[in-house]
Nanobody, 124 residues
Framework: QVQLVESGGGSVQAGGSLSLSCAASGTISVSYYQSWFRQPPGKEREPVATFYPRTDSAYYAASVKGRFTISRDNAKNALLLQMNSLKPEDTAMYYC?????????????????WGQGTQVTVSS
């Protein structure tokens, strides 16, 4: 069983940047989506971005495209999320997760592994 542990959350002013990391305790297949989701206060969990190692592809939610960058640090076996130009509406608990490819990375169904989350707070 792979454990995922997020880090890097914190508080920042609007326009600032944060870098999140998700360390995995074991090997995740290259045929798995490795994704970030977030859950704003009082709202449902929503997709942020995914990285698919088999094709070296990245996909983003429209709300973060152009501001966030997802990548992998293979040496550290970690999934990264660089967040720039942060807005108050980016405030949420951020989770990393992984599931086998099924054509719908944005759907929370089917994710085998979830981290415990890291809080990001953006003030105006």
């Amino acid at each position: 069983q792979v454990q995922l542990v997020e880090s890097g959350g914190g508080s920042v002013q609007a326009g600032g940047s944060l870098s999140l990391s998700c360390a995995a305790s074991g090997t995740i297949s290259v045929s798995y989506y490795q994704s970030w989701f977030r859950q704003p206060p009082g709202k449902e969990r929503e997709p942020v971005a995914t990285f698919y190692p088999r094709t070296d592809s990245a996909y983003y939610a429209a709300s973060v495209k152009g501001r966030f960058t997802i990548s992998r640090d293979n040496a550290k076996n970690a999934l990264l999320l660089q967040m720039n130009s942060l807005k108050p509406e980016d405030t949420a608990m951020y989770y990393c997760a992984a599931k086998p490819w099924d054509g719908s990375w944005y759907d929370t169904q089917g994710y085998d592994y979830w981290g415990q989350g890291t809080q990001v707070t953006v003030s105006s």
